[in-house]
Nanobody, 120 residues
Framework: QVQLVESGGGLVQAGGSLRLSCAASGSIFSIDVMTWYRQTPGKQRELVAS???????RYADSAKGRFTISRDNTKNTAWLQMNSLKPEDTAVYYCYAMGRTSGYNRFSEWGQGTQVTVSS
């Protein structure tokens, strides 16, 4: 069993910053990719940023230059540093991880989500 727990969301004014955390726990052998998605009511969940175990990163165009994803493989944790936040960044942010358990079975899990609200 693998669980993901996000934290760090909240209310911030436009132009401000937040740092989201995603901690994975359980019978983890390795995590190949950790990804942040976000979703607003009535819209599909969209990829914000992802990072591989080798620190290869990928960003949505809306996140480039403002958001930075990072991870610590020894702690099975990823972070999303969000700067210069805009009201349109308001969403529930979800962490998603894919990897292998200690029994070497593949897993893919979602976190419960954390609300980010940016006021204008």
């Amino acid at each position: 069993q693998v669980q993901l727990v996000e934290s760090g969301g909240g209310l911030v004014q436009a132009g401000g910053s937040l740092r989201l955390s995603c901690a994975a726990s359980g019978s983890i052998f390795s995590i190949d990719v950790m990804t942040w998605y976000r979703q607003t009511p009535g819209k599909q969940r969209e990829l914000v940023a992802s990072i591989t175990s080798g620190d290869v990163t990928r960003y949505a165009d809306s996140a480039k230059g403002r958001f930075t994803i990072s991870r610590d493989n020894t702690k099975n944790t990823a972070w999303l540093q969000m700067n210069s936040l805009k009201p349109e960044d308001t969403a529930v942010y979800y962490c998603y991880a894919m990897g292998r358990t200690s029994g070497y079975n593949r897993f893919s899990e979602w976190g419960q989500g954390t609300q980010v609200t940016v006021s204008s």
